[in-house]
């Protein structure tokens, strides 16, 4: 049942000969799912990214024949609504990527028809690609988290609470916004270590955290837990999360109710969602270092052992205002691998639900900052500057403690492995704008 | 314009008598604003409660005439739609109140049409009042954050964080019940203090919180903070909420980012909206303790010093199952007053936007556990039972420091004061019900 299945055969081409370039994120092995519109005044449309291409589903379901079953899992997609379809279930999203994966494969019957229902990424306006009611982040970033509680508590950075407890909060589901939305530098109240009191004004540490986020499938109902089992079936699929963060406003109003203003004012999240089956070639064994303790039950299940982990590659760029005016491309500040997390995404839905906490279809619930185990690996600046204290080089000659306005971070992830078709997850971005003056101009 | 208008005269009386019953929480002066349906199958109305009965505004817009500009605003209502009509803002909702107010008033023409519009509250399922798609906890019990704060820090009970920053954190929207709904004791992970390492079960520490619900009504963009005046302006209108608490769970889980799974199993609200226009004769003057600091100017205006403080007064009862098998009455465990709060309305959602977060119709911010000055007014068992170790003795003999099972907490809140007719808020009630087994039963 989880095996590779022939969505997955390496050899496989499409007719969109863009899908075919190596090195493309989206190979016919992918099929994310995004909502899209190429008219300002359009309905959001729901298509499958191919190569550089947007298979349309509303089209294709009008345009194209199709095996009876898939037409009625069609529906909710070509009606733009993500939500039903991601309720549905494996199965169904198992059939579908069969039936894109068929349709969009080389000398495929329904390529002549399909055609008519491509859209150019280029000339597409992307959308959040569901209705994300809830969101909730985590912190399975051990490394992340033991890097950021070394600069509080150096002799005791990790929280004898984190080798048991997925550790989490509820984040704010209204300012989840998608690729490209510009984020304004919030204000915010914050207290300079040599002052008194604290201070108003524009966050002096705006940062990136650099997460995947989880979609969620079918829900549960308020009271039911899922065991790891259902848990592992019942998530969707992956986007790429940069949870913004200030972090002065963070370390003044954090205690003791967590973080609040310091994140809710923007989360961006990419486009595509890739789902769990594109996924499957890159499952691993999911295995704690020695001396770790053992999941209590509600959160252990030898399926979760042996193919828990998930090899997806992370990376940060960044590109400041003089960067882009000189022509320069961004550069890279840090590489890592979810595989590296110290809780796997079944335990991340078990944990939330085990209080009887209802999960509902497109909830977000992000991995936390995902840094490697080496100090250049951080996920954020607060880690790469060491808490501002030893700045980022840019090319140029720039540095960096914090981002500065006009820098634009962009997020990445992709999958490959020796006999697998490389997956990307596309890019997650956004630019910081000036903060806007307090009291409002009216 | 925030003076008394004719709404408020406590001399107004009702065609409808119940209402006119003195210690009534629904007289004509009050006019929350519910969803109810009287089957199962139906679609939920929106309704007005009138002493003991609801005026089912959908029949009222097909069956009384009303002045055109009302009309307009009585189509969301008409349609069920409470958050659409949340979103005008203070202008239709006041033009709203002046039209039932004339129509329910003894003598009304529109008495006779209205009569028929009239369902017995007895005879009503009650809904959530609105779509909650955010749920925000502030911590504005200045008591209840000292009192707790000095189990953990017998020293130093409020951090230094607590008078400069409206503490708050992010709750879990899908959640949030109506009252009624029999609340699931939830599993989950907690370490006993003689213990090495942490168990799963049950949580031995059930608690509620004794709060007051802000629904938003008019939103704001993302990037756009509201200015205290503002701020002012854009609420809507109260209810009662149970933040019901899991304190074993929490105490466990809460560091480094706040509570999670402690809370998110359940939080009740009352089905009935007291608006802002309803509390008017209940503002009183905002006035902070000698040696209190002054808010920051983002949190601070002369009319929120003038009357940012509101005279609700709050009451817990709860009923064992011992007590209801004998056929007692619910015991009072404990009053205070929302006046005591170290922050007002106002304050809580011009923080909460000050980053630029967008807040939408019907978002729920939480006051915080509403305690009073007196040990005897904790409004949560951790502080009555001085966190476990000084159980409360109900009558007949029982003690509880945390709930137990068939345990049924109701809270209640109403304002009154000399020259106003007294208003109440109805209830907000819970019954606990045994935890499910783990793993769950299939």
Redesign the interface.
């Known amino acids: 049942m989880h095996g590779p299945d022939s969505t997955h055969d390496p050899a496989l081409r499409s007719w969109v000969e863009s899908a075919n370039v190596p090195g493309c994120d989206f190979p016919i092995q992918n099929l994310p799912f995004g909502r899209f519109r190429t008219h300002g005044s359009e309905p959001w449309r729901i298509g499958v990214a191919i190569g550089d291409q947007i298979l349309d589903l509303k089209l294709a379901s009008e345009l194209c024949p199709w095996p009876a079953r898939v037409s009625v899992w069609l529906e909710p997609l070509a009606a733009g609504d993500l939500n039903t379809f991601m309720a549905l279930g494996t199965r169904p999203r198992r059939a579908m990527r069969a039936a894109l994966s068929a349709a969009l494969a080389d000398r495929s019957d329904q390529g002549p028809f399909l055609e008519l229902c491509l859209v150019p990424q280029a000339q597409a306006q992307m959308s959040l690609p569901c209705q994300i009611?809830?969101y909730?982040?985590f912190?399975t970033g051990v490394h992340h988290a033991t890097t950021v509680g070394k600069l509080f508590r150096p002799d005791n950075p990790l929280?004898p609470?984190y080798r048991?407890?997925p550790?989490?909060?509820?984040?704010?589901?209204?300012?989840v916004?998608v690729s490209g939305t510009h984020i304004?530098r919030?204000?915010?109240?914050y207290?300079p270590q040599e002052q008194d009191?604290?201070i108003?004004g524009p966050t002096r540490r705006l940062d990136y955290e650099l997460e995947l986020g989880v979609l969620v499938g079918t829900g549960n109902a308020?009271?039911?837990?899922k065991?790891m089992a259902q848990a592992e079936e019942d998530w969707f699929g992956m986007v790429l999360l940069n949870d913004w963060s200030?972090r002065d406003?963070q370390s003044?109003?954090?205690?003791?109710?967590?973080?609040?203003?310091?994140k809710?004012?923007?989360s961006t999240v990419s486009p595509w969602v890739v789902t769990r089956e594109a996924l499957e070639p890159f499952r691993q064994p999911f295995v704690r270092a020695d001396g770790e303790?053992a999941p209590?039950?509600?959160l252990d299940a030898d399926d979760n052992r042996e193919r828990g982990a998930i090899d997806v590659q992370l990376e940060v760029q960044l590109q400041s205002r003089a960067m882009r005016e000189r022509g320069q491309e961004p550069v890279r500040l840090s590489q890592s691998n979810f595989r590296d997390a110290y809780w796997t995404v079944a335990q991340m839905l078990a944990?939330?639900t085990?209080?009887?906490?209802?999960?509902?279809a497109g909830?977000l619930l992000g991995t936390g900052t995902l840094s490697g185990p080496q100090p250049e690996q951080g996920g954020s600046l607060l880690e790469l500057s060491a808490g501002g204290w030893h700045p980022v080089i840019l090319p140029g000659g720039e540095t960096r403690s914090f981002l500065l306005d006009g820098d634009r971070v962009i997020l990445r992830a992709w999958c490959e492995r020796r006999g697998a078709r490389r997956i990307g997850f596309g890019e997650c971005a956004g630019l910081v704008e000036p903060a806007?003056p307090?009291?409002?101009l009216l």
Chains 1, 2 share one sequence.
Not at 167 to 174: E, L, T
Not at 222 to 225: D, E, N, P, V
Not at 354 to 360: A, E, M, R, T
């Open positions: 009611s809830n909730t982040d912190f929280l609470n048991w407890v550790i989490a909060y509820h984040g704010r589901a209204s300012s916004v304004r919030p204000n915010g109240q207290k009191e604290p108003f308020l009271g039911m837990a065991t200030a406003v003044w109003e954090y205690q003791p109710l967590g973080p609040f203003l310091a809710s004012f923007a303790p209590l039950p509600y944990h939330h085990v209080n009887g906490c209802n999960l509902q909830d806007l307090w009291p409002p």
